[in-house]
T-cell receptor, first 115, second 119 residues
Framework: GESVGLHLPTLSVQEGDNSIINCAYS??????FIWYKQESGKGPQFIID?????DKRQGQRVTVLLNKTVKHLSLQIAATQPGDSAVYFC??????????????FGPGTSLSVIP | GAVVSQHPSRVICKSGTSVKIECRSL??????MFWYRQFPKQSLMLMAT?????????EQGVEKDKFLINHASLTLSTLTVTSAHPEDSSFYIC???????????????FGSGTRLTVV
């Protein structure tokens, strides 16, 4: 089936440093991308999203970059804090009312923040 | 904001029995519900999509007779794992989408998940 992401890496960063989490997607029909944070035993929590007609979007301490040419998505977290430790998933969605109109998750990256 | 309540949070059942998981949208009408399954240290895998009043659409490889989905109202969807076996032990998560296309994070609200253990 469709897949987003090719790895399940673990990223360790020092508290206060910036984190960069990468993701590759495979479906050219996707027009909407989302980053989620998942803490152990909980459901995914929305972080930030971006439409396919954009290449950058900023939120509070987070930035998402989209490169459609190479089908690459990244999440940047500024001044990483211990509370940011979690698994981060990129996800993609296709156009509304098409067969791709569903959120498909990538394999995830485990972020560990070292105090 | 939009809230989705999922119950139970944890359930242990004996092999061969059936388990029902409920997902309720508390403050919006969930025209579409999505059900995911997540094994330890893995990603969320979409199992099926259901629109209110219609039969669910299952992803490839998901047994529709084993994972029964009901979406009879705009606020409630249920997933029933029938004749559960230990390999069905997993974390099941629902996601509800309101009307209007679901653009933006408000369109997709996730439940807190159900940890199913089949013994």
């Amino acid at each position: 089936g469709e897949s987003v992401g090719l790895h399940l890496p673990t990223l360790s960063v020092q508290e206060g440093d910036n984190s960069i989490i990468n993701c590759a997607y495979s479906n050219s029909a996707s027009d909407y991308f989302i980053w989620y944070k998942q803490e152990s035993g909980k459901g995914p929590q929305f972080i930030i999203d971006i439409r396919s007609n954009m290449d950058k979007r900023q939120g509070q301490r987070v930035t998402v970059l989209l490169n459609k040419t190479v089908k690459h998505l990244s999440l940047q977290i500024a001044a990483t804090q211990p509370g940011d430790s979690a698994v981060y998933f990129c996800a993609e969605k296709g156009e509304w009312k098409t067969s791709y109109d569903k959120v498909i998750f990538g394999p995830g990256t485990s972020l560990s923040v070292i105090p | 904001g939009a809230v989705v309540s999922q119950h139970p949070s944890r359930v242990i059942c004996k092999s061969g029995t059936s388990v029902k998981i409920e997902c309720r949208s508390l403050d919006f009408q969930a025209t579409t519900m999505f059900w995911y399954r997540q094994f330890p240290k893995q990603s969320l895998m979409l199992m099926a999509t259901s629109n209110e009043g219609s039969k669910a659409t299952y992803e490839q490889g998901v047994e529709k007779d084993k994972f029964l989905i009901n979406h009879a109202s705009l606020t409630l969807s249920t997933l029933t794992v029938t004749s559960a076996h230990p390999e069905d032990s997993s974390f099941y998560i629902c996601s509800a989408r309101g009307p209007g296309g679901g653009l933006g994070h408000r369109g997709y609200t996730f439940g807190s998940g159900t940890r199913l253990t089949v013994v």
